[in-house]
Each structure stands twice: as C-alpha cells, then as structure tokens.
C-alpha cells in the first residue's frame, strides 16, 4: 500500500514536500515514481528513482526544481517541489513497479501500483 501526503494550496513561487509511506513491501524490489494528473489531462510521470542505483528520471517540465528521493530502510519517498509554477497543479500519485523497470520505461509509461493520490494546487 501507498500513501500520499503533504499536497496543498501554494503560491507560485513557493515550494511542497510530498511523501509516501509504503506498507506490505520492501522498496528495495521496485524502481519508485511520482506520477500527476491535471484536470482534464492524462496520467504523466514527473519523476522515477531506480531501487539501488540511485538512477533518476525526469520529465523536462520540472527538471531543476523538482527532486525525487527514497529513505528504503523506512520505506519512504519524497517529492520536493520548488519554484512551483500553475501548471503543475494537479493530483500527485506515488508509484511503484518491479526493480528491473527502467527509470524511463517507468516514467513514460506511466504504470504501477499507485496510491490515492495528493492533491496539489499553485495559485495565487
């Protein structure tokens, strides 16, 4: 299981830390991912990490502001989100696949088991 939290309303401009708690599996088996959704867009992955080498993905959209981080031995994933800008304003979804998955295959695909989701709105 996968749980999301820390989304929010902010400002343009200012910054969020999502996290995920992960429960009944052992984060170093599978390559981890933050996945969002806009209204009225498709599914798109922002950001994968490989399960030990420490190999990150990026979609183009954040690089530079987002940062993508994994704590196995507590079973957490981070999303740091900084200089946030409207267009990222949508729901967020940790995301977790087989630890042979690419970090690219994970993002552009945009598969794997998923959490619930936290929202998170930029506006000012």
């Known amino acids: 299981q996968l749980v999301e939290s820390g989304g929010g309303l902010v400002q343009p401009g200012g910054s969020l830390r999502l996290s995920c708690a992960a429960s009944g599996m052992t984060l170093d088996y599978y390559t981890m991912g933050w996945f969002r959704q806009a209204p009225g867009k498709e599914r798109e992955g922002v950001a994968c990490m490989g399960s030990s080498d420490g190999s990150t993905y990026y979609q183009d959209s954040v690089k530079g502001r987002f940062t993508i981080s994994r704590d196995n031995a507590n079973n957490m994933v981070y999303l740091q989100m900084n200089n946030l800008k409207p267009e990222d304003t949508g729901v967020y979804y940790c995301?977790?696949?087989?630890?042979?998955?690419?970090?690219?295959?994970?993002?552009?695909?945009?598969?794997?088991?998923r959490g619930q989701g936290t929202q998170v709105t930029v506006s000012s």
């Open positions: 995301a977790a696949r087989g630890r042979i998955t690419t970090v690219q295959t994970m993002c552009h695909e945009v598969m794997g088991t």
